[in-house]
């Protein structure tokens, strides 16, 4: 059965890590795989999450199955963050909302609802996107569109373009949005941008998917969520993916949200049925532990400061890092233009570096970073931006 399989090469952003754990050159430098970085260069546990788990630890008295829609307090709390606590569509019950495996497994679950309802639905995504949107939307049956998103020559949102493609989408197609931090470009709508799209999707009846991967990450945890919150004020219809990875560091903890938010309350317990129904053909039930921690940081004013006050400082680390690569590429005489990396948003930007340019930084200069040229930003620090500006200036 299994011989005619062949092996395949690394995964493009998750193979960079173990490449890099294997490099023996002291300078190496980490810009790969989208997790937060300290100036340490660790993946830090937040505090407020050490002291839920700790708190948990305690409390937990039982490891029976959960709820198959998450716990009620993860539920409540991910609404409230994701679109506001006094959002209309909360209060008229027009949401349904359940626990996932991360972001990823709740972009999966709510390609598979959709592709149940609706088979090889189409789904408009951005060129470039996350590339693992891609196979995993694909592989739950729907049908792939790509919309241009990015001008590679100016650096910078291509809406124009984005736009009169996205006419071409009609009722019944999807069409999948960052909500803010787009990952691979950082490059993000304006609120007049989010406008337009909103009033396309009112005109042309298709309906957006929002993945929501870095809310808290760019301007902060409203301002990030502005385009997710205004979609579901004035369309009948929004689908919001959510991942606590980034902004809670839950990671491998695997814990996301998909929100639908539907006409009415009726078809909303519908629909809520439906996408548990759906999982309970994938996994059965939801991870647990992640979630928990999440609702009691969410559910205690004290723990939510702490977070809060963390995950600013995170923000404002990886903003300042933008600032600085920028200065110093400018200080050391590189006459590229990076100034765009200043304006785009969380962890990402592109180094608008050709292929073979991005090679040798890896091969003969150990920095890593996916063959796009996307960088994460939060893997600079004081120590590397030196050596990682150097290198940058050498290569060009
Ligand atoms: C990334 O884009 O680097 C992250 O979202 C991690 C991943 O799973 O690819």
């Given at each position: 059965?299994f011989d005619?399989i062949?092996?395949?090469?690394?995964?493009?952003?998750?193979g960079l890590s173990?490449a890099?754990k294997?490099?023996t050159?002291?300078?190496?430098?980490d810009?790969?795989?989208?997790?937060?970085?300290?100036e340490?260069?660790n993946?830090?546990?937040?505090?407020a999450?050490?002291?839920?788990?700790r708190r948990?630890?305690d409390?937990?008295?039982?490891?029976?199955?959960?709820?198959?829609?998450?716990p009620?307090s993860?539920i409540?709390?991910?609404?409230?963050?994701?679109?506001g606590n006094?959002?209309?569509?909360?209060?008229?019950?027009r949401?349904s909302?359940?626990?996932a495996?991360?972001?990823?497994g709740?972009?999966?679950?709510?390609?598979?609802?959709?592709?149940s309802?609706?088979?090889?639905?189409?789904i408009?995504v951005?060129?470039p996107?996350w590339?693992n949107?891609?196979?995993?939307?694909?592989?739950?049956?729907?049908?792939?569109?790509?919309?241009?998103?990015y001008?590679?020559?100016?650096?910078?949102?291509?809406?124009d373009a984005?736009?009169?493609?996205?006419?071409t989408?009609?009722k019944?197609d999807l069409?999948?949005?960052?909500?803010?931090?787009?990952?691979?470009?950082?490059?993000?709508?304006?609120?007049?941008q989010?406008e337009?799209?909103?009033e396309?999707?009112?005109k042309?009846?298709?309906?957006?998917?929002?993945?929501?991967?870095?809310?808290?990450?760019?301007?902060?945890?409203?301002?990030?969520?502005?385009g997710?919150r205004?979609?579901?004020?004035?369309?009948?219809?929004?689908?919001?993916a959510?991942?606590y990875?980034?902004?809670?560091?839950?990671?491998?903890?695997r814990?996301?949200?998909?929100t639908?938010i539907t006409?009415?309350?009726e078809?909303?317990?519908a629909?809520?049925?439906?996408?548990?129904?759906t999982?309970?053909?994938i996994?059965?039930?939801?991870p647990?532990?992640?979630a928990?921690?999440?609702?009691?940081i969410l559910?205690?004013a004290?723990?939510?400061?702490?977070?809060?006050?963390?995950l600013?400082?995170?923000?404002?680390?990886?903003n300042g890092l933008?600032r600085?690569l920028?200065?110093?590429l400018?200080?050391?005489?590189v006459?590229q233009?990076?100034?765009?990396i200043?304006?785009e948003k969380?962890?990402?930007?592109?180094?608008?570096?050709p292929?073979?340019?991005?090679?040798?930084?890896?091969?003969?200069?150990?920095?890593y970073?996916?063959?796009?040229?996307?960088?994460?930003v939060?893997?600079i620090?004081?120590?590397?931006?030196d050596y990682?500006?150097?290198?940058?200036?050498k290569?060009?």
């Amino acid at each position: 059965m299994f011989d005619a399989i062949e092996a395949r090469p690394p995964d493009p952003i998750l193979g960079l890590s173990a490449a890099f754990k294997k490099d023996t050159n002291p300078s190496k430098i980490d810009l790969g795989v989208g997790v937060y970085k300290d100036e340490a260069g660790n993946c830090p546990v937040m505090k407020a999450v050490k002291t839920a788990e700790r708190r948990k630890c305690d409390e937990e008295d039982s490891k029976a199955y959960i709820a198959q829609a998450g716990p009620e307090s993860f539920i409540k709390h991910t609404l409230d963050l994701v679109l506001g606590n006094a959002h209309p569509v909360i209060r008229d019950g027009r949401t349904s909302c359940v626990l996932a495996p991360g972001g990823s497994g709740s972009l999966r679950l709510a390609a598979e609802f959709i592709n149940s309802a609706a088979p090889g639905s189409k789904i408009f995504v951005s060129n470039p996107s996350w590339p693992n949107h891609v196979p995993l939307l694909s592989s739950s049956g729907l049908t792939l569109e790509e919309y241009p998103y990015y001008d590679y020559a100016k650096h910078s949102l291509d809406f124009d373009a984005m736009m009169g493609s996205l006419k071409t989408a009609k009722k019944g197609d999807l069409v999948l949005l960052h909500g803010c931090c787009h990952n691979p470009c950082g490059a993000d709508l304006s609120a007049a941008q989010w406008e337009e799209v909103t009033e396309l999707a009112l005109k042309n009846g298709f309906t957006p998917f929002i993945d929501m991967a870095y809310q808290g990450l760019g301007d902060g945890l409203d301002e990030d969520a502005y385009g997710a919150r205004l979609m579901a004020e004035k369309l009948p219809e929004l689908i919001i993916a959510n991942s606590y990875s980034k902004n809670f560091g839950l990671y491998r903890d695997r814990v996301g949200a998909v929100t639908i938010i539907t006409s009415n309350s009726e078809v909303a317990k519908a629909v809520g049925s439906q996408v548990v129904a759906t999982a309970r053909q994938i996994y059965s039930v939801p991870p647990a532990h992640g979630a928990y921690l999440v609702a009691m940081i969410l559910d205690d004013a004290e723990l939510t400061k702490e977070w809060n006050d963390e995950l600013t400082e995170m923000r404002d680390r990886i903003n300042g890092l933008r600032r600085d690569l920028v200065s110093k590429l400018k200080a050391i005489g590189v006459s590229q233009d990076f100034s765009y990396i200043q304006n785009e948003k969380g962890l990402f930007s592109f180094l608008g570096l050709p292929k073979d340019k991005v090679e040798k930084l890896v091969k003969e200069y150990s920095i890593y970073l996916v063959g796009s040229s996307r960088i994460n930003v939060a893997g600079i620090n004081k120590k590397n931006i030196d050596y990682l500006a150097d290198s940058i200036s050498k290569v060009l």
